[in-house]
């Protein structure tokens, strides 16, 4: 893997770093530890985190990563895109007081939290607002310190209801295999998004029924199969909005949106303004 880390901001509270991570011919499948808690928070691209054999979990755009201190794991990256993330590294004590405060745990690593969460989209929001202001020519300290605590808090609360609902929902002898379909079917959206997925043809590739891959898809996700789409839609499209001043109608249509009205209602739908207002705005 060839990464590329760069420090966009540094304070007592917490330093976070922007990275660019590429496949490579000498990638292997050793695996890595790290030293801190930290926060991934994928803003392009696809990547996979291995905890264990057959144990791993896709993240895109609409996902945060936890990184424990001494919990080995492994990157991969599906479709050979590579992936960039900025990484939050909290000091020991907030994030201490910020997980006892949010989720009643001390440590990323906890039993109750999963390794990872769908942001809910004002999250989504707030990090691409926390990347335009580590870009101002001042960094407003105050600002991206705050954004950058909401968006763990939320993250935290996020995996720690998902792993309620996955204990209720699911026999133990049965988690691995369902688990497995639902990110082989996260993996495919979060690679193909533009494409105009049926339900039954997501459930041949992870062979088992559409009834029994929607219903254990918005049990382990939190969302249907199509809302998960459009969110992974809204992300990438978020991402081209930070990066160009490209017409919104070409954006849609590069995104997956049939047209430009069905991307402005869906982005009214999960974020509660359209993409012009939040041009306007200069939330994007």
Same mark, same amino acid.
């Given at each position: 893997?060839?990464?590329?880390?760069?420090?966009?901001?540094? #304070? %007592?509270?917490?330093?976070? $770093?922007?990275?660019?991570?590429?496949?490579?011919?000498?990638?292997?499948? %050793?695996?890595?530890?790290?030293?801190?808690?930290?926060?991934?928070?994928?803003?392009?691209? @696809?990547?996979?985190?291995?905890?264990?054999? /057959?144990?791993?979990?896709?993240?895109?755009?609409?996902?945060?990563?936890?990184?424990?201190?001494?919990?080995?794991?492994?990157?991969?990256?599906?479709?050979?895109?590579?992936?960039?993330? &900025?990484? =939050?590294?909290?000091?020991?004590?907030? &994030?201490?007081?910020?997980?006892?405060?949010?989720?009643?745990?001390?440590?990323?690593?906890?039993?109750?939290?999963?390794?990872?969460?769908? =942001?809910?989209?004002?999250?989504?929001?707030?990090?691409?607002?926390?990347?335009?202001?580590?870009?101002?020519?001042?960094?407003?300290?105050?600002?991206?310190?705050?954004?950058?605590?909401?968006?763990?808090?939320?993250?935290?609360?996020?995996?720690? $209801?998902?792993?309620?609902? +996955?204990? *209720?929902?699911?026999?133990?002898?049965?988690?691995? /295999?369902?688990?497995?379909?639902?990110?082989?079917?996260?993996?495919?959206?979060?690679?193909?998004?533009?494409?105009?997925?049926?339900?039954?043809?997501?459930?041949?590739?992870?062979?088992?029924?559409?009834?029994? &891959?929607?219903?254990?898809?918005?049990? %382990?996700?939190? +969302?249907?199969?199509?809302?998960?789409?459009? *969110?992974?839609? +809204?992300?990438?499209? &978020?991402?081209?909005?930070?990066?160009?001043?490209?017409?919104?109608?070409?954006?849609?249509?590069?995104?997956?949106?049939?047209?430009?009205?069905?991307?402005?209602? #869906?982005? /009214?739908? @999960?974020?509660?303004?359209?993409?012009?207002?939040? /041009?306007?705005?200069?939330?994007?």
């Amino acid at each position: 893997m060839a990464l590329v880390l760069r420090t966009l901001f540094q #304070s %007592e509270l917490l330093s976070i $770093r922007h990275g660019v991570a590429r496949p490579s011919p000498e990638d292997t499948k %050793e695996l890595e530890c790290e030293t801190a808690d930290l926060v991934l928070l994928p803003i392009a691209g @696809v990547l996979a985190k291995h905890d264990g054999p /057959r144990q791993h979990v896709i993240a895109n755009a609409n996902h945060a990563i936890f990184l424990g201190t001494g919990q080995p794991y492994r990157i991969s990256f599906p479709g050979d895109i590579g992936d960039e993330a &900025l990484v =939050l590294d909290f000091s020991k004590e907030a &994030l201490m007081q910020m997980l006892v405060d949010a989720a009643g745990v001390q440590q990323l690593y906890a039993p109750m939290l999963r390794s990872h969460s769908l =942001l809910p989209p004002a999250s989504v929001l707030n990090r691409e607002l926390l990347w335009r202001h580590l870009h101002e020519p001042v960094v407003d300290q105050l600002a991206v310190q705050e954004i950058s605590v909401s968006v763990l808090t939320a993250s935290v609360q996020a995996a720690c $209801r998902d792993r309620q609902q +996955l204990d *209720r929902a699911t026999p133990t002898q049965t988690q691995g /295999r369902r688990r497995q379909q639902v990110e082989t079917v996260k993996e495919l959206i979060s690679l193909y998004p533009q494409q105009d997925w049926a339900l039954d043809e997501l459930a041949r590739h992870v062979h088992t029924s559409p009834f029994h &891959l929607a219903r254990v898809f918005k049990e %382990e996700v939190g +969302l249907p199969v199509h809302r998960y789409l459009i *969110r992974t839609r +809204l992300a990438r499209a &978020l991402r081209t909005m930070q990066a160009s001043c490209a017409d919104l109608t070409q954006i849609a249509h590069a995104c997956g949106f049939a047209s430009h009205s069905h991307f402005t209602s #869906s982005f /009214r739908s @999960v974020f509660g303004m359209t993409p012009t207002q939040s /041009r306007q705005r200069g939330m994007i």
